[in-house]
């Protein structure tokens, strides 16, 4: 009998260490997981800017069919988890607090404004999670720590690009200035302002709105008009400068418009009509450059969503692409992830060639688009 006690003890200690055991593995790795790699795209996708962070979903959700279609990252698919962030610094922050937890988000594409990513930037640096903007110009934004990553030129680059368009190729020496009132509005304006005056120009006046609650433009405007400017620098987003330009035809108000690649959104037309007829701007992506990557991307696209891809969705798409190609490196690992980014050179993407530079920002070629006849046009390369 007691032999027999002995048995069922022993048999039953087996059976609760491989039900132990079990319970233990039961739960796989980051690596063993699903076979997935989650990949966080973070920006405004509802409020005034939502077209913005629409277009990152909307380009890098192509980007990842395309790459899964082709059999993923060594095997394991890309899984994209799209993330609001409203535009919003607070909101930004609680929106990185939530990605650096999970163990699962390998990297992040995003923020969509300066605003948003300087505010997040601490929070991914001190977990060691890579930060790519598509879109972040403030200079300062990659100094926040080694993590930080951008796919766009600073406003330290773009702003003398426009002043020197201004002065030299349009011959216009008296400038009035329109900048939203946040990270990028004031770093958009310095740098257009410095660019000018070293060039000449006499700055005749320099107004600003608040984003999102400022509406009627008409005493800035009217207040701008006395001073006459030869044009005007809008440092603003679709939506104000949209507003802007239309209040400016409502005062039977002639004068050329300038601003920057962050105008290049079909919705600007859309909202503003003939209003913005004429208005220049620079950008980093024609969508009838005849480039077959180019043509590729713009067919893609058009036949998922029947719409043209703007610069929005053109640089987000590059960026998750050049994060793909770092991950058949690194793998999905966060640190092995940065370093492997910080490597890629010469990635040819619908927004030309990309290299990464020590600071981990980049130089891209710009041109200078013109709406004409309600379309984006070239109007110089």
């Known amino acids: 009998m007691k032999k027999n006690k002995k048995v069922v003890l022993f048999v039953s200690l087996i059976l609760a260490f491989a039900l132990v055991v079990t319970g233990c593995t039961s739960k796989p790795t980051q690596e063993e997981a699903a076979g997935e790699i989650k990949i966080a795209v973070v920006g405004p996708m509802t409020g005034d800017s939502a077209q913005y962070g629409q277009a990152f979903q909307k380009a890098t959700e192509l980007m990842a069919k395309k790459v899964n279609e082709a059999g993923g990252v060594d095997g394991k698919m890309i899984k994209l988890e799209i993330v609001d962030d409203k535009n919003d610094a607070k909101e930004a922050t609680n929106v990185a607090q939530k990605l650096v937890s999970d163990q699962d988000v390998v990297g992040v594409i995003g923020h969509f404004s300066s605003t948003a990513s300087l505010a997040?930037?601490?929070?991914?640096?001190?977990?060691?999670?890579?930060?790519?903007?598509?879109?972040?110009?403030?200079?300062?934004?990659?100094?926040?720590?080694?993590?930080?990553?951008?796919?766009?030129?600073?406003?330290?680059?773009?702003?003398?690009?426009?002043?020197?368009?201004?002065?030299?190729?349009?011959?216009?020496?008296?400038?009035?200035?329109?900048?939203?009132?946040?990270?990028?509005?004031?770093?958009?304006?310095?740098?257009?302002?410095?660019?000018?005056?070293?060039?000449?120009?006499?700055?005749?006046?320099?107004?600003?709105?608040?984003?999102?609650?400022?509406?009627?433009?008409?005493?800035?405007?009217?207040?701008?008009?006395?001073?006459?400017?030869?044009?005007?620098?809008?440092?603003?987003?679709?939506?104000?400068?949209?507003?802007?330009?239309?209040?400016?035809?409502?005062?039977?108000?002639?004068?050329?418009?300038?601003?920057?690649?962050?105008?290049?959104?079909?919705?600007?037309?859309?909202?503003?009509?003939?209003a913005v007829e004429g208005l220049y701007l620079t950008n980093n992506y024609f969508a009838e450059d005849p480039s077959e990557n180019v043509q590729g991307f713009v067919k893609e696209f058009r036949e998922a969503y029947g719409s043209e891809p703007d610069q929005f969705a053109a640089v987000a798409y590059d960026s998750l692409g050049m994060m793909i190609e770092a991950l058949k490196v690194s793998g999905p690992d966060r640190a092995k992830l940065r370093d492997a980014l910080a490597e890629v050179k010469d990635y040819l993407g619908v927004t030309g060639k990309t290299t990464f530079n020590e600071n981990r920002d980049v130089l891209k070629d710009m041109i200078i688009m013109q709406i004409k006849d309600s379309k984006f046009t070239l109007f110089k390369k």
């Not at 009217?222 to 400068?241: G, R, V």
């Open 120 to 274: 997040a930037a601490p929070i991914y640096q001190r977990a060691g999670l890579v930060e790519l903007s598509p879109t972040s110009s403030h200079p300062d934004f990659t100094s926040q720590g080694t993590f930080m990553f951008r796919n766009v030129n600073t406003q330290a680059i773009e702003g003398p690009i426009l002043a020197d368009f201004a002065v030299k190729d349009l011959q216009k020496k008296n400038i009035a200035v329109i900048y939203i009132n946040n990270d990028w509005g004031i770093t958009a304006k310095d740098n257009f302002i410095k660019g000018a005056e070293a060039l000449g120009a006499n700055i005749t006046a320099v107004e600003s709105f608040i984003g999102g609650q400022t509406k009627d433009f008409t005493p800035t405007i009217t207040k701008i008009k006395s001073t006459k400017p030869d044009i005007l620098f809008l440092a603003a987003m679709y939506s104000e400068a949209g507003m802007i330009a239309q209040q400016i035809k409502q005062l039977d108000y002639d004068i050329d418009l300038l601003g920057t690649s962050a105008l290049n959104n079909q919705q600007l037309i859309e909202l503003a009509g003939p």
